[in-house]
């Protein structure tokens, strides 16, 4: 009997498809993401659930998650034959894998650092650098150095530790785009969409004790795998294909963020 009331009941999700994210409907954000070469292959959906949660509780959270009826039939993710969007439907996971993220910023203040070390001039103008390359990006600015090249001194301006922050992963997803992304000349754009949507999908709330504000949401990057291999997000990987699930433990909501790199897509 003790055993029986160990046991964690699943956790059961309906699929908020009414909910809308601000930031997707905006004209200048969705003009940025085209940009980009990552609107038609981006998106945020929500869930809700009625359980408990609690952090510890990631492994059975996210296995409940991707074997759902309601997830399965309604995440969105983009067929790497048909290059138009699906679902998990006919498709029995058998593996989740869920690397937790750090999520503890709660200021833009964070990317200060690129403006002291003169990445960023005073204008916000990025200075630019002889173009290299690395894999499928070409690297023509010190913000790319930053981003991609760590043998590079510019490099070094953010620790091993603020790099893992979701921030800061927003950040250089929205920098390095899609297959066909035009970069920017100036920070702004990539500061204010990584704050809109930062903003939007991550919870917090006021610390009783310090008075100071404190991000509630847990954050896991996910990839989830059938008897074939990983289905999803994309049986392709690659560095800007990606899915996350940002869950507010308070309003028992989970958002997924997800994109898959490639071309701008002309389905629906």
């Not at 006919?90 to 999520?103: Q, R, S, T």
């Not at 600015?141 to 921030?167: A, G, H, M």
């Not at 997803?173 to 702004?188: A, K, P, S």
Request: charged letters at 25%.
């Amino acid at each position: 009997m003790a055993a029986d009331r160990d046991i964690k009941p699943a956790f059961t999700f309906r699929h908020l498809s009414n909910k809308k994210m601000n930031f997707m409907q905006e004209r200048k954000n969705s003009d940025l993401l085209a940009k980009w070469s990552m609107q038609g292959r981006i998106i945020v959906q929500a869930f809700s659930f009625d359980e408990y949660f609690q952090p510890y509780d990631k492994d059975t959270f996210v296995q409940a998650f991707f074997k759902d009826l309601n997830v399965v039939a309604n995440l969105k993710m983009i067929s790497p034959s048909t290059c138009e969007w699906t679902t998990l439907a006919g498709v029995e996971v058998k593996k989740v894998e869920a690397e937790e993220i750090p999520c503890k910023q709660v200021s833009m203040s964070f990317f200060d650092c690129l403006y002291t070390n003169e990445i960023i001039r005073e204008t916000g103008h990025i200075n630019k650098c002889l173009d290299e390359f690395y894999e499928d990006f070409v690297i023509a600015d010190r913000l790319r150095q930053v981003l991609l090249l760590e043998d590079s001194d510019n490099y070094q301006i953010f620790s091993d530790t603020e790099r893992k922050e979701f921030i800061f992963r927003l950040f250089k997803h929205f920098c390095l785009g899609g297959m066909l992304c035009q970069f920017e000349d100036t920070i702004d754009p990539y500061l204010e969409i990584t704050k809109a949507v930062y903003k939007e999908i991550v919870s917090v709330q006021k610390d009783p004790e310090t008075k100071g504000i404190r991000v509630i949401s847990t954050v896991w990057k996910v990839t989830a795998s059938d008897d074939y291999g990983t289905c999803y997000p994309s049986t392709k990987k690659h560095e800007q294909t990606f899915a996350y699930l940002i869950v507010d433990p308070i309003k028992r909501h989970v958002h997924v963020l997800y994109h898959c790199f490639g071309g701008r897509l002309f389905c629906n």
